[in-house]
């Protein structure tokens, strides 16, 4: 089994608290900013950053659809880690000033793929997926923060 790795990055026209808060806000603004591959989404503890439980199904392909348990930690300031409890599936959302009224938002996710010829398919295919459904993701919190 190896990891695979999926990252993206946007700018946003937004202060670095702001789309902080406004990522962090899972009882809230969250789930607006969900793309259709995500279903079922209800927070189950807390709801605003750390401390939070939050449940979803994240269809990444027509065949393939993650029941997603995920417990939400800060670790450090501007930073959301998401690690799902049904596999081993961690989101990094990093949110830093990037110049005047700017953020730059990365979302990193890792996982341990399948070995063989299904995990070579895996991390060849499955990062550009995960990227797509996040740039949507990240389009759509840019919409809310640059209201």
Known sequence: MAQVEAT??????????????TLADYSGTREKLLPEHFSEYEVREGGDGEGTLVHWKLQATSKRVRDCLLEVTEPT???????????????????TPAGEGKSRV?????????GGVGGFFEKTFAPKGL???????????AAEVEK
Request: hydrophobic share 45%.
């Open 8 to 21: 993206t990055e946007r700018i946003v026209a937004a202060d670095a608290e702001t789309v902080f808060d």
């Open 77 to 95: 300031d501007g930073e959301l880690v998401e690690k799902d409890r049904n596999s081993s599936m961690v989101t990094t959302w990093r949110v």
């Open 106 to 114: 990365v979302v990193l996710t890792t996982w341990q793929g399948a």
């Open 131 to 141: 990227a797509r459904i996040y740039d949507a993701l990240l389009a759509k919190l």
